[in-house]
């Protein structure tokens, strides 16, 4: 069931402490909010851009993707109240909307145990592309996964 409202806006310094809030409960490695001082470190610099997805103001998801080329997906959550309501597909579709603006592909991991990620990555597009062992805080593999940004026309045109 989709979330009648949500709308995805750049984030701004100013939520971190929801947004650590929010990777705490869906992360066990607390990655980004392992001191609230460096992450918004982090978010303030220029080549990346943090997204949020939200619901009667409350933070219910959020992406981090860096620009570069390729493009990498940084950091997705989505609140496990509001999963399998689109959010996480939102997300990923306004990222890819930067990231075309740099780069020809974007990249990302999850973590291997992670089936329902897998399976929409999978499902949007993104080809697994190789696995990191111990990759995730708790030493857990995670699966890396690839996209291209570069529409099938241009490819052929080229």
Request: charged share 25%; glycine share 8%; aromatic share 6%.
């Amino acid at each position: 069931m989709k979330l009648r409202r949500f709308k995805i806006s750049r984030d701004d310094p100013g939520r971190m402490a929801e947004l650590a809030q929010l990777e705490r409960e869906v992360f066990s490695d607390h990655r980004l909010s392992a001191s609230q001082q460096s992450a918004q470190r982090f978010l303030r610099m220029r080549k990346r851009v943090a997204l949020v997805a939200e619901h009667d103001g409350v933070a219910i998801g959020y992406l981090v993707v860096m620009l570069g080329s390729p493009a990498h997906v940084y950091a997705l959550a989505v609140s496990a109240a509001h999963r399998g309501r689109g959010i996480g597909l939102a997300l990923l579709a306004a990222a890819e909307r930067y990231a075309r603006r740099c780069a020809e592909a974007i990249t990302l991991e999850c973590r291997e145990s992670n089936l329902g990620s897998a399976r929409l990555y999978r499902r949007l597009g993104y080809r697994e592309c190789g696995r990191v062992p111990g990759y995730c805080g708790d030493g857990s593999d995670a699966l890396c996964f690839s996209k291209s940004l570069v529409s099938d026309n241009l490819r052929t045109a080229a």
